[in-house]
């Protein structure tokens, strides 16, 4: 490896040829401080436009000062990030980024997790320099996220996930000069642009630009009504990451921690959409089987492979990008909804309520959760089957909002019979998880054999596409993975262009899987954070006593007493769906 | 007799076009005809004069009689007096500004006679339609000696040795650009031509376009052979109809002559430009700008390195030069680099093309050899000031170029002395002003354009230029303090020290240059709240001077707003919070009654 | 016919073809620097012939190798001598001949142009031309 030295600081250092100073700043342990750099380390994630202009630093010898985030370091080089000349710069720069900020951090969502916040923080800001003009945007309001553009400093990290993470391309930089900004094509609203609602441009904004709708109040006066019964579940990612809002490390489990905390805001059943991802794997699982055999017994009209159909960006991503492929994915809901539709028919029926006096409020580490459950046809004489989803963030507002400290809280259980679920259906929660759970359940009816082992590390890790063979008795089943729309986009246009040889794929939307969805704390752009929960994850299925979703005896009884079998009518009309053609219709405007 | 005795050149650039220099040609020709003198004159149509101001300009040949602003009308006499009777049609010649002397011939023009023209050679001269003439102005016998008799690197040397550097402003060394791009391994290179010429006020990359499009495209081969690229791309913008269509022409042309293609003169290298259109916005004159907008991206610049030499079009390497670069480069191999760099200074070879204007007498496009002082172009090819006024300033190098006073009028021009005189030499913008002008409200002029031209992406070009503007805004309106001048300083210096390219890197050089020229005139804005020049009108107040004011009424009659107010034939007076100050009173008084306070 | 142009030396000899064409440009750019010729041509030159000797001057000119520029010039004021000349010897104070005639032609190119010697039949100048008013 070739090597250079330079001096930071007046530290002398050697590193590796090709790092920025930035990096070359971190060995030595200067922080230089960001604004809109990120990079999300080992994920193939950077954005690094040097636009900000907050981490320049003074380079011997160089007329202006160096952008620290995109400047290489090179051999020989002397530099101060400290001097008076790069602390006027910085702090001016900094006060210029302010002055054109609406003075709203008391107010704002994004309070004490704003990064330009962080930043006047530490550069010891009291006064703003410079006043002036500041720009006003209209809010953008859409089922997912809002827009509140005032607050854009034009780091351009929604842009980049938008279009080099996700390839979604909504979220570009339109206007000059003061004028810039970043919007949708036209500065159209979200809600008329092909978004995913993947809220990926809301996990990396720095600051209050981008955020989710925020449903707490709708939850807090279901909760306060007492006509209603609420049952709330939780998606598997949200126990690897709820822990970090209240101070634990990330990767702590908190599980049961966060089932006592819903009981103690006052839902009256505490459920999981573990189970209703036990029932997704019977019910997709068995589609798989199903293509899978006419395949094999030489049907032309099967589509193989079969793609998983649980992430609600996805599913509008190829609804809007891929219309003509889309009776390609699995029918089956995604487990937030096939939770809703059974507790509004067989939970509600149990519990001799009527539909329209049972609230279904969903746990989520997503944002596109919101829009999914807003689908009007996942509802049923227009009340939903989810009434509201709300994501790991609201969460813990809601629990700092109801005085509860978490820390001190007991772990307890889930409520039976919707609360039960097998390792497999935690897995969801990360990249990889879903198919894993299918294999785990389709190798076992299609062999009709017990699984020598049940960990696939073949299908596990962060590589953005991977693929795996898993041999069915025999028979080998080829298996492609894809987290990130970029990296699903790839497997998509093989599909259509007939070079697809995989059985069955899974997608999901956000980089990670749900663990880093759109809707979970803040990560700042620290991928160790991401590892460190999907770790957890693993290791709540690892501690599972049943792990392969046949076997959960709740999801057996609901068969036995309400849906008969897997893909039968009744499960069919209330576990299945279709999807549309978006390549051109836009939602009406209200 | 085969041979015509007599041709007239018709400037068909842009500007003398929309002055009907069309319809010039169209009825020379017709008058010709009608007195059966088609055969022996020919009416020819060519690119710039670089005298635009004067425009239509009519030139005739072998007498090199050079007529102003031509009518369509005067073309009865032309041909009646000059092509029947040889006598010079008086009223079209122009008239020396200083003694209001007819010129006849365009070697006895103040305007040109200390131009030397190498990049705008062929322009006024040839028909920019016809590759021929080009041609017989050594055309594409550069192109044809050095892809069939040197190396590339030969021809490189060649390139450094002459001391070219980059016309479009930054000044980089052109052959060394070259070489780089020469050393970088790639199968797929490209030569890209800057085009888009968006300094306000200069159009020498249009002229020569317009004027002598096959010197471009000559060129461009050239770099092409030199660099290892099979393919050019000339990035214009579309506001330029006229240089696309003579480009188009001229591009037609030259692949009927196989001097583009497969093959060229059967060396065995091929080489094809392709046209790319911008919209107009300035910061994609900026190469990593340029590029990306090439490309299909938004117009915005990207950190270098990597620069576009390594990195560029497409991700392959790209070699970018400016028109007027290129302009230079079949000269330079026809005549050699010991030529070349004889003319200009030690580190500045050759010429500059300047579009001159602003208050001086000549406005126009000119060439000069480097080195040439501010002091020749200003008072000896631009004429002096207008109306007999005094130089106030000079400011070179564009929108974000600096403001030079007297004391620079001395100084050589050339890059490195413009830019240590606090200016640049940009793309070759050069505006004079005189004592009449404001240097806040110049600066505040200058910024609102930087302004406008940011692609908003790094913070201190999108908000710190706002705010210049801002506090530039407050000082014109006499609301400014001094430390508002101090903050001027600290802003301007941080801007230039972190913004991201050349546009935000120089953006704040008016006001630079101006507060450190003109600290008085900005201190009066402050703290007295005066504008000396007379330009801010929130710090004018007309006054009448009751002892010279008759009461005739009609300042009360003109004023817009009804400030006025008086008895007839006794003094008048103007109400101060009616008063707009549009000057309309102090216009009309033919008493000499109002003053301006 | 297809025009390409095959090799450099291809190229050279459309180069000589057009320059011809363009002569007069080329000559009217430096025009101080060759002899200039001016044919006064206003009705009274013309009705000496002065047209034809002006198109004579053009081709004894060309057939000797002169580079010059002809042009015509209004009347001179020397009616009684037409055809009447100027020529204008780079260096040299311009001189006016009267009564030329093709051999009178001939001989001025010959002896004043070429070889430098004036001959007779020269005319005092009295009169200055706009350019002179100028200096």
């Given at each position: 490896m070739d090597t250079i030295k330079l001096t930071i600081d007046n530290k002398e250092i050697e590193v590796e040829k090709g790092i920025t100073i930035l990096e070359a700043a971190q060995k030595v342990g200067v922080h230089i401080p960001t604004l809109c750099h990120m990079k999300l380390h080992d994920m193939g994630i950077e954005n690094k436009p040097?636009?900000?202009?907050?981490c320049v630093v003074e380079v011997e010898g160089r007329r202006n000062l160096a952008p620290s985030c995109v400047t290489e370091a090179s051999d020989g080089m002397t530099i101060n990030t400290h001097s008076m000349r790069v602390i006027n710069a910085r702090r001016t720069v900094t006060e210029l980024i302010i002055s054109d900020h609406p003075f709203e951090c008391l107010t704002?969502?994004?309070?004490?997790?704003c990064e330009l916040q962080d930043l006047a923080h530490d550069m010891g800001i009291?006064?703003?320099?410079y006043e002036g003009e500041k720009s006003t945007y209209r809010e953008d309001t859409s089922p997912a996220i809002i827009r509140?553009?005032?607050?854009?400093?034009?780091?351009r990290r929604c842009e980049m996930m938008c279009n080099?993470?996700?390839?979604?391309?909504?979220?570009s930089a339109i206007n000059?000069?003061?004028?810039a900004v970043v919007a949708p094509a036209f500065e159209e609203n979200l809600d008329h642009?092909?978004?995913?609602?993947?809220g990926q441009c809301v996990a990396v904004?720095?600051?209050?630009a981008l955020t989710e709708v925020d449903h707490t109040p709708a939850v807090i006066r279901a909760l306060s009504d007492p006509s209603k019964t609420v049952v709330v579940q939780t998606a598997p990612a949200v126990r690897a990451a709820l822990g970090e809002e209240f101070g634990?490390?990330?990767?702590?489990?908190?599980t049961g921690k966060m089932a006592a905390a819903l009981r103690r805001l006052g839902f009256d059943f505490i459920f999981d959409t573990d189970f209703a991802a036990d029932l997704t794997i019977m019910e997709e699982g068995t589609e798989l089987l199903d293509r899978l055999t006419r395949h094999l017994n030489g049907d032309k009209d099967v589509k193989l492979p079969i793609l998983t159909s649980c992430c609600p960006a996805w599913v509008k991503f190829f609804e809007h990008q891929?219309?003509?492929?889309?009776?390609?994915?699995?029918s089956a809901k995604s487990p937030q909804q096939m939770f809703g539709s059974i507790a509004k028919s067989y939970f509600a029926e149990k519990q001799k309520v009527d539909r329209k006096d049972l609230v279904v409020v969903s746990i989520m580490p997503c944002v596109a959760k919101k829009y999914e459950c807003s689908?009007?046809?996942?509802?049923?004489d227009g009340n939903p089957d989810v009434d509201y989803a709300i994501t790991t963030r609201e969460l813990a507002a809601l629990i700092k909002l109801s005085n509860i400290e978490f820390k001190s809280l007991p772990e307890e259980d889930f409520d039976h019979p919707l609360g039960e679920s097998t390792g497999a259906a935690v897995i969801?929660?990360?990249?990889g998880g879903v198919i894993e759970a299918a294999v785990r359940t389709a190798y076992e009816l299609q062999t009709k054999k017990p699984l020598?082992?049940?960990?696939?590390?073949?299908?596990?890790?962060?590589?953005?596409v991977r693929e795996a063979t898993i041999d069915f008795d025999g028979l080998p089943i080829r298996i492609g993975i894809a987290h990130g729309l970029g990296n699903a986009r790839k497997l998509l246009e093989d599909i259509r262009d007939g070079k697809s040889h995989f059985h069955a794929i899974e997608i999901m939307s956000c980089p990670g899987g749900c663990i880093g969805g759109?809707?979970?704390?803040?990560?700042?752009?620290?991928s160790s954070v991401l590892k460190k929960r999907q770790m957890a994850i693993y290791k709540e299925d690892g501690a599972?006593?049943?792990?392969?979703?046949?076997?959960?005896p709740y999801i057996a009884k609901l068969y036995e007493e309400f849906?008969?079998?897997?893909?039968s009518e009744k499960a069919h009309h209330l576990l299945h769906t279709s999807y549309f053609d978006r390549s051109t219709v836009f939602e009406q405007e209200d | 007799m085969a041979d015509s005795k007599m041709h007239i050149l018709v400037c068909g650039g842009t500007g003398c076009r929309a002055s009907q220099s069309e319809q010039i040609v169209g009825d020379l020709k017709a008058e010709l005809e009608n007195r059966n003198l088609e055969n022996d004159v020919r009416v020819i149509t060519t690119g710039c004069f670089g005298f635009c101001e004067k425009g239509p300009v009519v030139k005739v040949v072998p007498d090199n009689t050079f007529y102003t602003e031509?009518?369509?009308?005067d073309v009865v006499d032309i041909v009646n007096?000059?092509?029947?009777?040889?006598?010079?049609?008086k009223r079209l010649l122009y008239k020396n500004?200083?003694?209001d002397y007819s010129v006849t011939t365009t070697s006895n023009i103040d305007f040109y006679k200390k131009q030397i023209r190498?990049?705008?050679?062929?322009c006024g001269f040839v028909?920019?339609?016809?590759?021929d003439e080009y041609i017989a102005r050594d055309g594409y016998e550069a192109l044809g000696k050095c892809i069939s008799e040197f190396s590339p690197e030969e021809v490189i040397a060649t390139v450094k040795d002459s001391g070219l550097r980059g016309?479009?402003?930054?000044?980089?060394p052109t052959g060394l650009k070259w070489e780089i791009t020469r050393n970088v391994e790639n199968e797929q290179k490209y030569v890209v031509c800057?085009?888009?010429?968006?300094?306000?006020?200069?159009?020498m990359d249009r002229s020569i376009l317009e004027g002598d499009p096959h010197s471009v495209i000559e060129a461009m081969a050239i770099c092409g052979y030199c660099i290892g690229a099979d393919t050019g791309l000339v990035y214009i913008r579309a506001e330029y109809p006229l240089a696309i269509n003579r480009l188009k022409t001229a591009l037609a042309q030259s692949r009927e002559y196989g001097?583009?293609?497969?093959?060229i003169l059967g060396s065995g290298f091929n080489f094809d430009i392709e046209i790319r259109y911008g919209a107009?916005?300035?910061?994609?004159?900026?190469e990593t700008a340029l590029i990306h907008s090439m490309e299909g991206h938004r117009g915005e610049p990207t950190f270098k390195p990597p620069f576009p030499s390594v990195?560029?079009?497409?991700g392959k390497p790209t070699n970018v030069n400016n028109v007027e670069t290129f302009a230079n480069i079949p000269v330079i191999i026809n005549k050699g680099a010991k030529w070349f760099s004889k003319i200009g200074t030690e580190k500045s070879k050759g010429t500059k093309v300047f579009a001159l204007a602003g208050k001086v007498n000549n406005v126009g496009l000119i060439e000069v050899p480097m080195g040439i002082t501010l002091r020749e172009v200003i008072f000896d090819i631009g004429g002096?000031?207008?109306?007999?006024r005094k130089f106030k300033s000079v400011q070179t190098g564009g929108p974000s170029g600096g403001c030079l006073t007297d004391k620079d009028l001395d100084t050589p021009i050339d890059y490195d002395n413009l830019i240590a005189a606090g200016s640049m030499m940009g793309s070759g913008g050069m505006i004079v002003m005189d004592e009449d002008d404001c240097m806040v409200s110049i600066s505040k002029f200058y910024l609102e354009f930087t302004l406008e031209e940011s692609?908003?992406?790094?913070t201190p070009c999108r908000i710190g230029n706002k705010r210049l503007h801002e506090i530039l805004n407050k000082i014109t309106k006499g609301e400014g303090t001094e430390e508002d001048l101090e903050r001027l300083n600290v802003l301007s210096n941080v801007i230039k020290d972190t913004s991201l390219c050349g546009l935000g890197q120089t953006s704040p050089n008016p006001v630079l240059s101006t507060i450190k020229n003109f600290y008085d005139e900005y201190k009066a804005h402050v703290?007295?709240?005066?504008?000396p020049a007379g330009q801010c009108k929130d710090l004018l107040k007309y006054e009448i001077i009751p002892d010279l004011c008759?009461?005739?009424?009609v300042c009360f009659r003109n004023c817009p707003v009804s400030a006025i107010s008086g008895e007839r034939k006794s003094p008048h007076y103007i109400d101060q919070s009616l008063c707009?100050?549009?000057g309309v009173c102090y216009d009309k008084c033919k008493f000499k009654a109002i003053r301006i306070a | 016919m297809s025009k390409k142009v095959k090799s450099l030396a291809d190229l050279k000899k459309i180069k000589s073809d057009v320059q011809q064409k363009m002569k007069l440009r080329e000559q009217g750019d430096h025009a101080e620097q060759i002899v200039q010729i001016k044919v006064a041509m206003a009705t009274c030159g013309i009705a000496s012939g002065a047209k034809e000797v002006m198109e004579f001057i053009i081709e004894e000119l060309d057939f000797k190798g002169v580079d010059a520029v002809v042009t015509q010039t209004g009347c001179m004021g020397y009616c009684y001598a037409e055809p009447t000349i100027e020529v204008i010897v780079p260096g040299q104070d311009p001189v006016i001949y009267g009564f030329v005639s093709r051999d009178k032609a001939r001989e001025i190119i010959e002896?004043?142009?070429?070889?430098?010697e004036m001959i007779d039949g020269i005319i005092p100048v009295t009169h200055k031309t706009i350019d002179d008013e100028e200096n």
């Open positions: 040097g636009g900000c202009r907050v704002c969502a994004k309070s004490g997790e009291r006064e703003i320099h509140d553009m005032d607050k854009c400093i034009m780091c080099e993470v996700q390839t979604v391309g909504v979220l000059r000069g003061f004028n642009s092909v978004c995913t609602y993947c904004c720095p600051t209050g634990y490390e990330p990767g702590t489990l908190v891929f219309p003509g492929m889309k009776d390609i994915p699995s689908r009007d046809e996942f509802s049923v969801f929660g990360t990249t020598p082992k049940l960990d696939f590390d073949e299908l596990r890790g962060m590589e953005g759109g809707g979970q704390p803040y990560h700042h752009s620290d599972k006593k049943i792990r392969k979703s046949h076997e959960n849906l008969g079998e897997p893909m | 031509v009518r369509p009308s007096e000059h092509v029947v009777k040889g006598r010079p049609v500004p200083k003694n190498i990049a705008l050679r062929n028909d920019p339609e016809n590759i016309r479009g402003g930054g000044g980089f800057n085009a888009d010429e968006g300094d306000p006020g200069a159009f001097l583009l293609g497969d093959d107009g916005a300035f910061v994609c004159g900026e990195s560029g079009y497409m002096g000031i207008r109306n007999g692609c908003g992406k790094c703290t007295e709240g005066t504008c008759t009461g005739c009424t707009i100050k549009c | 002896k004043h142009v070429i070889q430098g």
